[in-house]
């Protein structure tokens, strides 16, 4: 069974960091694209990060240059650095893994296994 466990979220103050981790399991990590995926209150799900198997990156503009996505592929782990943190980053944070590579992977329908999510509060 394909299983996704995110960690790392909390409440921190407009100007700081925090990284989320998500380990998975289940199926060959190194294999597919991961993703993260963002749900504030009232909104729909939207794109946050996203890298490929082979470590091509993506981000959404909102974050350019304040989030960075990682993985590694030793630990079956990706992550998400994220700085110069804003209250609008305030949403549940998903960690997602591709159907396949992960290659321009901004959609949600390219994923089909999803972690249960954890908060992120930035307060201002």
């Known amino acids: 069974q394909v299983q996704l466990v995110e960690s790392g979220g909390g409440l921190v103050q407009a100007g700081g960091s925090l990284r989320l981790s998500c380990a998975a399991s289940?199926?060959?990590?190194?294999?597919?694209?991961m993703g993260w995926f963002r749900q504030a209150p009232g909104r729909e799900r939207e794109f946050v990060a996203a890298?490929?198997?082979?470590?091509?990156?993506y981000y959404a503009d909102s974050v350019k240059g304040r989030f960075t996505i990682s993985r590694d592929n030793a630990k079956n782990t990706v992550y998400l650095q994220m700085s110069s943190l804003k209250p609008e980053d305030t949403a549940v944070y998903y960690c997602?893994?591709?159907?396949?590579?992960?290659?321009?992977?901004?959609?949600?329908?390219?994923?089909?296994?999803w972690g249960q999510g954890t908060q992120v509060t930035v307060s201002s």
């Open positions: 289940g199926r060959t990590f190194s294999s597919h694209g």
């Open positions: 997602a893994q591709h159907r396949d590579r992960g290659v321009n992977g901004y959609s949600q329908n390219a994923y089909d296994v």
């Open positions: 890298i490929t198997h082979g470590g091509i990156t």
